[in-house]
């Protein structure tokens, strides 16, 4: 019976965090098309610009210039993943709030990104922190959103489990 209960909770509640994210991610990048052309740059800090770069590959432009399929991989890959994180979110249990919280915020990114690889192409990254000369590669707030999430994955692998009980 407990093992019915624990299926039935599916934890939907939490996905209104991955539909935040989708939706800052969306809006700061709508506004970011709306304001910069292709390449321009906005100082805001002596170490922080807003920028406009277009990625068509995955973090640090990793398979950017493989000539166009990497964009449906990119697609495929992002709504495989964000489903079986949702599988697995129907399976944890709804009091283990760390690890709900980064599943849903691996969803939200990873789907933030594929909206905008599916409508545009590419992935809009805005924002780019640099000290002096070095810039850190752009990125967005579903990215942000992304490795936020596999971090409190991470610090959750960490926590004791209880030993279950008559074993």
């Given at each position: 019976m407990a093992e019915a209960k624990k299926?039935?909770?599916?934890?939907?509640?939490?996905?209104?965090?991955s539909l935040v994210i989708i939706v800052l991610d969306q809006l700061t990048k709508g506004a970011i098309r709306q304001e910069f052309a292709l390449y321009d740059l906005r100082?805001?800090?002596s170490w922080f610009n807003l920028t406009r770069l277009h990625n068509t590959g995955a973090a640090f432009s990793f398979l950017a210039d493989a000539g166009g399929?990497?964009?449906?991989?990119?697609i495929i890959l992002g709504v495989v993943v964000s489903l079986a994180v949702?599988?697995?979110?129907?399976l944890v249990p709804k009091d283990n709030y760390?690890?709900?919280?980064?599943?849903?915020?691996?969803i939200g990114g990873a789907?933030?990104?594929?909206?905008?690889?599916?409508a545009l192409g590419y992935v809009v990254d805005f924002l780019d922190f640099h000290i002096g000369e070095y810039h850190w590669?752009?990125?967005?707030?579903?990215?942000?959103?992304?490795v936020t999430g596999a971090a409190l994955l991470i610090l959750d692998s960490f926590r004791?489990?209880?030993e279950e009980e008559g074993k």
């Open positions: 299926l039935i909770n599916t934890n939907v509640y939490w996905l209104w965090i100082e805001i800090t399929w990497q964009q449906w991989f990119f949702m599988v697995w979110l129907r760390m690890l709900c919280i980064g599943l849903c915020l691996v789907l933030g990104n594929v909206i905008d690889r599916v590669p752009a990125f967005n707030i579903a990215d942000i959103a992304i004791a489990v209880p």
